[in-house]
């Protein structure tokens, strides 16, 4: 009996070993930013415990400390403690000031899947990627750089005032599945994309 062969993608979540700087995934949605002297953190505010859990699992194998607490309207808040490794990675997200992706941000498989564990929706027949706070040109650079690895997106708005990107189509979809791999145990599978 022949046995199947999976290929890793080449941006795939698998292809690379997990990196702080990961966490730019997280900056294209909805986390925020803090700084204090040569250090950065990251927070993040959660609509379920499950990416609680997720979060700090990736968090740890980037070798970073995290914390969660409740937030407003039964959410809950996951953050990075201050880390001299999330220094850079604050510095280029910081515009004079605005919180914008640099100019060369790109999307990998694990920034995807940090960006899915954070906020990711399922809304069939899509996937929809929440946004944070940032301006047009911010908003732009994402919608390359999802373009830039097989995810053409369209900006949405979510009819709470906030925008995200909403993927569609069945190859979008398998390749968004691709790009982030595996389910982590705490996640439905019906949010998570495959």
Not at 63 to 68: E, N, Q, R, S, Y
Not at 186 to 191: D, Q, S, T
Request: hydrophobic share 45%; proline share 9%; glycine share 10%.
């Amino acid at each position: 009996m022949p046995r199947s062969t999976r290929q890793l993608s080449l941006f795939g979540v698998e292809a690379v070993d997990p990196s702080p700087a990961d966490l730019a995934g997280l900056l294209a949605g909805p986390a925020e930013l803090g700084r204090m002297g040569g250090t950065a953190r990251i927070s993040v505010v959660v609509d379920h415990a499950w990416r609680v859990h997720v979060l700090i699992a990736e968090f740890a194998a980037r070798g970073l400390t995290a914390t969660w607490a409740p937030a407003d309207q039964g959410r809950l808040t996951v953050r990075t403690a201050y880390a001299t490794s999330l220094a850079a990675l604050a510095a280029a997200w910081l515009d004079s000031g605005t919180r914008r992706p640099p100019e060369e941000f790109y999307l990998t498989g694990a920034r995807l899947r940090m960006w899915v564990a954070a906020a990711g929706v399922a809304d069939p027949p899509g996937y929809v990627l929440p946004l944070g706070p940032t301006d047009e040109v911010g908003r732009a650079r994402i919608g390359a750089a999802l373009a830039a690895v097989g995810l053409p997106a369209a900006l949405v708005d979510t009819g709470s005032g906030e925008t995200a990107y909403r993927i569609t189509g069945r190859r979008s979809l398998a390749r968004l599945a691709e790009l982030v791999g595996p389910r982590p145990a705490p996640a439905p599978p019906e949010n998570w994309p495959g």
